[in-house]
């Protein structure tokens, strides 16, 4: 099983519906994040949480919240799909040492 | 604000050439540089990485050039190979041995013709 599992891998949404992206990790690590992919744009942080009772805002929230379920679990929300969302997401898992992050393998969301 | 700039936005090398990618940040707090190379379909995994005190550091064909007083910083694939084809990232944060969350640049695709 893969370290950093997201779901689902692709999606296909309609303007103003509610969307969960989820992930899950084995890693035994605390932190988690979620970023966005945009061609040009790079990854950008949209939400971040060291333990399971602390969440924050990245730089780019707007539109999106986020649930820490457990230590192992992150979900990502959007709670009413625009089109400008469609992107690929990435969940991040990583235990705060120069170990680096590791990503799971993306969800592609397209909102039509 | 993007704190963190790569340059080039794609880039195409022969086999046995060098890739050059570059980088500059704003944020004098950033203590730690990494690269991260994504393959498609897949999400981006930990290259190399570099911390302020040394000016350059390599790992195989990869080396990482750093230079502070510029804040710029560079990676390097030295006898690039079809199998770098990839996107790098460069990215930067702050927070000494413990680092909370990462700046990535804009990514660099890399094409390595054969």
């Known amino acids: 099983d893969a370290d950093v599992t997201q779901t689902p891998r692709n999606r296909i949404t309609k303007t103003g519906k509610r969307i969960m992206l989820e992930c899950s990790q084995t890693?035994?690590?605390?932190?988690m994040y979620w970023y966005r992919q945009d061609p040009g744009l790079g990854l950008r942080l949209i939400y971040y949480?060291?333990?399971?009772?602390?969440?924050n805002k990245g730089e780019i929230s707007d539109g999106y919240s986020v649930s820490r379920q457990a230590q192992a679990k992150f979900s990502l929300s959007l709670e009413s799909a625009i089109p400008n969302q469609t992107a690929l997401y990435f969940c991040?898992?990583?235990?705060?040492?120069?170990?680096?992050?590791?990503f799971g393998s993306g969800t592609r969301l397209t909102v039509v | 604000q993007q704190q963190v700039k790569q340059s080039p936005q794609s880039l195409i090398v022969q086999k046995g050439g060098i890739s050059i990618i570059n980088c500059a940040y704003e944020?004098?707090?950033?203590?730690?540089f990494p690269w991260y190379q994504q393959f498609p379909g897949k999400g981006p995994a930990l290259l190399i990485a570099?911390?302020?005190?040394?000016s350059e550091k390599k790992e195989g064909r990869f080396t990482i050039s750093f230079n502070k007083s510029a804040k710029q910083f560079s990676l390097h694939i030295m006898d690039s190979q079809p199998g770098d084809s990839a996107t790098y990232f460069c990215?930067?944060?702050?927070?000494?041995?413990?680092?909370?969350?990462?700046?990535f640049g804009q990514g660099t695709i890399l094409t390595v013709h054969p």
């Open positions: 990215a930067a944060t702050a927070g000494g041995t413990s680092y909370g969350k990462l700046t």
């Open positions: 944020n004098t707090a950033f203590d730690y």
């Open positions: 949480s060291f333990d399971v009772k602390d969440i």
């Open positions: 890693k035994g690590h605390d932190r």
């Open positions: 991040a898992t990583t235990s705060g040492t120069l170990g680096g992050y590791t």
């Open positions: 570099i911390r302020p005190d040394v």
